[in-house]
């Protein structure tokens, strides 16, 4: 495999986790009794929090890796927005 292509799949990789936590933390918020805007924000935040984490225990500080986990859950957070609230 490429150097580009492996770089291009560990950032796919990133960005997917982001939007894997944001989903599981919006529901599980959901399923606490928290408010719908209050659930958002846990699931992005806690998007955040995975990437800056993971990135800590790396080797190597990826900021690129921690963008990539960020645009992930931002994502599935505009598409929680747009599916339950909008």
């Not at 009794?33 to 935040?45: N, P, V």
Request: aromatic share 8%.
């Amino acid at each position: 495999m490429k150097a580009v292509d492996k770089w291009g799949l560990d950032k796919v990789t990133h960005f997917l986790a982001g939007a894997l936590v944001a989903v599981m933390a919006y529901l599980v918020a959901c399923m606490a009794g928290a408010t719908q805007a209050a659930s958002l924000a846990t699931g992005f935040g806690l998007s955040i929090v995975a990437g800056v984490v993971k990135e800590l225990l790396d080797e190597r500080f990826e900021w690129k890796d921690l963008l990539a986990t960020a645009m992930g859950g931002a994502a599935a957070t505009v598409g929680l927005i747009i599916l339950y609230v909008v």
